[in-house]
């Protein structure tokens, strides 16, 4: 009764499509499986399993196994935090970011270190799919790295375009052929090696500490974990949202050492390449194929969202462009020889250790200084038109650079990771509670938001 | 709904022949077993389930909720089988039983695929539950 009395009374327009400027209403929220699908479609990338294969040149098996347990757990543990916000905010991460950094701020930082870095993770893993595919069919005009990059972006494009509707379609196809796929990668691996006994024996050296391996897998995805809320603002409750974080990262695990089983195995650092030594290649191409697709689209859709905070056309005329220009980098960058993105790829790195100092601002508004403050649980990110932001939040903003910088490059003990989180959120927790006490001000400006989110 | 009935309880009958068949190469080729298993064993029982629920189920949202997911997953699964079967690390001796298997996947599919657009049509449940 009081959902349905909230629905009929929704006071919000939503002009740029997919509410991105305002929060999602109880008719447009999805099923918990939904939400598991979206965010398995994420992680059922190529990527992912050559991060795992990475794991496994430097650890044997029993050690790989306990690094991505820790590191799973440590991502558990935040996103499971940012998306409970998420889900009682029923908006995206960038408007969420209003509430610690300002209008202003939120636009600057989530165009920033949302949407650059996503755009810049999409021509990667654009440019990512056309060297595989032009591994997996060598010869072919079609399967050049720079054509490949074209029709696989143009393809990428289509389902962003459409929404997360698309995203949730896309999800459903690719997963459980994704999942079954993997673990016939894993077969073939432990058939050569003569069975799952054999693999867990053997026992060589791993050349990394368990440390340095945790911090590799949380370094993975922390990304994702601080930008969930753009995903499971979709969810019907908080709990429905944590639990498909949960089940997410287990799935993720698993994941994890399957790649590492296979590449203990076979020695192969990309799983498709085992499929095709199985002579699964169809498999093995619609394997990348779906699995570059349903992870790439995610980043086109997070680049929209974060760019319609202050560009205010409809978010699908913004995923075209965007689209177009991740697209044009990977197919220019495949087409002049002897060229690479891993540059880039080290760039969109260091700038990802921002991300995680952002996430500890959002957690540290949240839980602790609302918290203080005895804003009640649930009403803490409650948006309604009319309502007054800061233009910029001077604590917010200055306390992700510095929390980023301080933790990512100025420690060199611990996770980098959560070093930038801990240390931006701690900061940005103590400095806002000492300017209320003393009475100076922590934002500068205000602004009314309409309707319309704006 | 009566034809997407029909064809539930056809695609569940095709996926239980590929678990059957899963059961008599399991000597010979152990991982082939187990990935007929997993995908006959998974399609059949989400085919199975929509069965039931659209036999004894009066709510036809709900209805159809079960439908639509239920045939995301069966295309999947099939269209993994269909990629899977005839390659050479999961062909068991008699190759025959790959032939039959790959068949009782697309028959799968496109049933699958039919189930989802009529049940989307007819009881207005949209395709992302």
């Known amino acids: 009764m009081e959902k349905n009395k909230k629905e009929t009374k929704w006071p919000w327009e939503d002009i740029f499509g997919d509410y991105s400027l305002v929060p999602v209403p109880n008719h447009a929220q999805k099923s918990g499986v939904s939400m598991l699908f979206v965010l398995a479609g994420i992680i059922a990338t190529v990527a992912v399993l050559m991060g795992g294969s990475a794991l496994g040149t430097q650890f044997n098996v029993n050690d790989a196994v306990k690094a991505i347990i820790g590191g799973c757990a440590v991502l558990t543990f935040i996103g499971g935090l940012i998306a409970y916000i998420g889900q009682q905010a029923k908006s995206t991460t960038y408007i969420c970011l209003r509430y610690s950094f300002g209008m202003q701020g939120s636009q600057l930082v989530g165009s920033l270190l949302g949407g650059f870095i996503a755009l810049g993770w999409f021509a990667v893993q654009t440019w990512m799919f056309g060297l595989i595919v032009s591994s997996i069919a060598p010869g072919y005009w079609w399967s050049s790295i720079g054509f490949a990059s074209i029709w696989g972006g143009l393809l990428m494009m289509t389902t962003a375009y459409i929404g997360f509707k698309a995203l949730t379609w896309l999800s459903y196809l690719a997963v459980p052929f994704f999942i079954l796929l993997c673990l016939v990668g894993l077969f073939i691996g432990v058939d050569k090696v003569g069975g799952f006994a054999e693999v867990f024996a053997m026992g060589n050296k791993s050349s990394a500490t368990l440390y340095a391996g945790i911090t590799q897998v949380i370094g993975m995805f922390i990304g994702a974990a601080i930008l969930i809320p753009d995903i499971l603002r979709f969810a019907k409750t908080g709990q429905s949202a944590v639990l498909a974080w949960v089940l997410n990262l287990a799935l993720l695990g698993l994941m994890l050492i399957g790649a590492v089983i296979m590449t203990a195995s076979t020695g192969a650092a990309n799983i498709a390449e085992s499929l095709i030594l199985g002579g699964i290649g169809l498999g093995a191409f619609l394997f990348v194929f779906l699995g570059q697709w349903t992870t790439n689209d995610s980043n086109l859709y997070i680049t929209a969202l974060s760019f319609n905070t202050w560009i205010h056309v409809e978010k699908r005329y913004l995923t075209i462009a965007a689209g177009i220009v991740g697209t044009g980098i990977a197919a220019y960058v495949g087409f002049v020889e002897g060229s690479s993105l891993n540059p880039f790829i080290q760039f969109l790195t260091v700038l990802g250790t921002y991300v995680p100092a952002i996430g500890g601002i959002m957690i540290a508004d949240y839980y602790l200084y609302r918290g203080v403050l005895k804003e009640p649980m649930n009403t803490r990110y409650n948006m309604n038109p009319g309502m007054t932001f800061s233009k910029l939040n001077w604590i917010g903003l200055s306390m992700a650079v510095v929390g980023g910088y301080i933790g990512g490059s100025l420690v060199e003990i611990g996770i980098p990771a959560i070093n930038s989180l801990v240390v931006a959120g701690g900061l940005y927790f103590v400095l806002s509670y000492l300017c209320d006490q003393i009475k100076i001000p922590r934002e500068i400006g205000n602004h009314s938001i309409n309707n319309q989110g704006i | ?129």
Do not use: H
């Open chain 2, 1 to 129: 709904m009566d034809k997407v009935k029909n064809m539930l309880m056809l695609i569940t009958v095709l996926f239980a022949t590929v678990l059957v068949l899963g059961i008599l190469i399991r000597d010979d080729n152990i991982y082939a077993a187990i990935i007929y298993g997993i995908v006959g064993v998974s399609a059949g029982c989400l085919s199975g389930y929509s069965y039931y629920e659209l036999s004894n189920q009066t709510d036809q949202t709900k209805c159809g909720k079960i439908i639509v997911f239920s045939s995301w997953m069966i295309i999947s699964l099939s269209l993994a089988g269909m990629c899977l079967f005839l390659s050479d690390f999961l062909m068991p001796a008699e190759s025959g039983f790959a032939y039959i298997s790959f068949s009782l996947c697309f028959v799968g599919f496109i049933g699958s695929i039919y189930d989802l657009i009529i049940t989307s049509k007819e009881t207005d449940t949209p395709l992302a539950i």
